[in-house]
């Protein structure tokens, strides 16, 4: 069974730094693609960041140069790390997994499976 595992959502001022983590379990994690998405209430989840095995990233605009992704294959996790972050980035942010191994997609329909979510909040 496939399980992504957030953490380390919460509050944080705007222009400070958050760190959130993906715990991956149950799949072949350096075969997978690994995502950020969010979705802020009311919105549809958008594609913040994902990164492929060989560590290949894209970014949305609206965070380039701010936030970070990162993974770790042997640990199986996905870090994201928000620097800067802005009272728009508030939302319930989602880690997803890709099976496409080494094409970036950025739609949530290409991603086959979704942790449950952790809330960041920033303030103004």
């Known amino acids: 069974q496939v399980q992504l595992v957030e953490s380390g959502g919460g509050w944080v001022q705007a222009g400070g730094s958050l760190r959130l983590s993906c715990a991956a379990s149950?799949?072949?994690?350096?075969?997978?693609?690994m995502g950020w998405f969010r979705q802020a209430p009311g919105k549809e989840r958008d594609f913040v960041t994902a990164?492929?095995?060989?560590?290949?990233?894209k970014y949305a605009d609206s965070v380039k140069g701010r936030f970070t992704i990162s993974r770790d294959n042997a640990k199986n996790t996905v870090v994201l790390q928000m620097n800067s972050p802005k009272p728009e980035d508030t939302a319930v942010y989602y880690c997803?997994?890709?099976?496409?191994?080494?094409?970036?997609?950025?739609?949530?329909?290409?991603?086959?499976?979704w942790g449950q979510g952790t809330q960041v909040t920033v303030s103004s």
């Open positions: 990164i492929s095995w060989s560590g290949n990233t």
């Open positions: 149950g799949l072949t994690f350096r075969s997978y693609v």
């Open positions: 997803a997994a890709d099976r496409r191994t080494n094409v970036i997609l950025t739609t949530r329909f290409a991603f086959d499976y």
